[in-house]
């Protein structure tokens, strides 16, 4: 347990918040759809440390915030109609889905190793001033524990993660109330999560071009449904050791691997390494990886639910 500062709307406040963020802490922060749950997204354990605060089962991406149209460019490619919607409706209740912009430094955790991130500016004075003053991008899913409602209330994110974040910016509630549209571009506009953000008003800004609707409830979190990253080589998990050919990525003190994901066996430090490690044996080649077996615990239920994807038959 940690002691979840509760900080005030004024410069103060800000401050401090933004000096929690720029030192890796979690800092939940009020949005004008929901509380965001923040940490910099630049930060690996930092971005590992958000799953587990929200005891989350799996490594959904997470949607980075940023102050501006120029600050998303840094991160991410914004382009055609992309770049039409983002002019119209940012600051506002609208994430975009876009590829990311290589070499940006952002996590891979931050959007579970995929290809593209999920970004927005939030249309909310004190997210705006937070994020200019940390001068991070934030990472921020909604501050509620996994399966429970999101927090439109300070009062709500104490409730859900006191003693599990570092602060809490208290705005009072949340104007909106639901979490922000997310649509991507894959290639055509695409609706992946309706939200505070009317369908129409996208519909009327893309010159009356109806959205594409993703088939699954939105809700049921896109990103684990589309082309899900898994490296080429094939994958075998709880491995105790590696056989002839095989690639040991280790967890805890094994003998032979060549990647371990936490030596000690940490689970932080094993989820703030999966994306890294996993990326890196499939850059290195194409035989197989044997996976050492991680306890199904904490972040260790996300982590194993990731590796199970990436040991799937591919179709
Ligand atoms: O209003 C909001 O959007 C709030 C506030 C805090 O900004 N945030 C929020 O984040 O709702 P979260 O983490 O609860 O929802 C993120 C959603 C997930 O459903 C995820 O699957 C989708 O965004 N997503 C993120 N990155 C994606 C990607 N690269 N491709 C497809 N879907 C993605
Ligand atoms: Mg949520």
């Known amino acids: 347990m940690i002691e979840t500062e509760i900080l005030q709307p004024d410069a103060a406040g800000i401050a401090r918040a933004a000096e929690i963020l720029r030192a890796g802490g979690l800092v939940s922060f009020p949005t004008e759809t929901v509380y965001g749950l923040g940490g910099d997204a630049t930060n690996d354990k930092t971005v590992a440390r958000i799953f587990e605060a929200k005891d989350r089962p799996s490594f959904n991406p997470l949607i980075v915030h940023l102050p501006d149209v120029a600050a998303v460019e840094a991160y991410a490619v914004l382009e055609g109609e992309a770049r039409r919607l983002a002019e119209a409706f940012w600051p506002g209740p609208l ?53 429970r409602i999101s927090p439109t209330e300070a009062a709500h994110v104490l409730a859900g993660l006191g003693g599990r974040i570092e602060a809490v910016l208290d705005g009072g509630p949340c104007p909106v109330g639901v ?14 999560r309706p939200g505070g953000l009317p369908v129409e008003a996208i519909e009327a800004c893309l010159g009356g071009a109806l959205l594409i609707h993703h088939a699954q409830d ?50 932080v430090e094993a989820a703030a390494n999966l994306f890294h490690h996993l990326h890196a044996l499939d850059a290195a080649g194409t035989a197989p990886i044997a996976v050492s077996p991680v306890p199904n615990h904490g972040l260790g239920r996300a982590i194993n639910d990731r590796l199970r994807r990436a040991a799937a038959p591919r179709s």
Not at 123 to 136: E, G, I, S
Not at 182 to 187: E, Q, R, S, T
Not at 227 to 236: E, G, I, K, L, T
Request: charged share 10%.
């Open 179 to 192: 979490e922000s549209t997310i649509v991507g571009f894959a290639p055509a506009p695409t609706l992946l």
């Open 218 to 267: 939105g809700i049921s979190a896109p990103g684990q449904l589309a082309s899900h990253y898994a490296p080429a080589a094939p994958v075998r998990l709880n491995a105790t050791k590696a056989r002839a050919g095989e690639r040991l990525l280790g967890f805890g003190p094994v003998e032979g691997a060549v990647l371990n994901l936490s030596p000690s066996g940490d689970l």
């Open 95 to 147: 994430t975009l889905v876009l590829p990311i912009r290589p070499g940006a430094g952002l996590s891979p955790l931050v959007s579970a190793g995929l290809p593209t991130v999920a970004v927005r500016v939030p249309d909310h004075p004190l997210a705006q001033d937070l994020l200019r003053a940390a001068q991070r991008p934030v990472a921020a899913p909604s501050a509620n524990p996994s399966g």
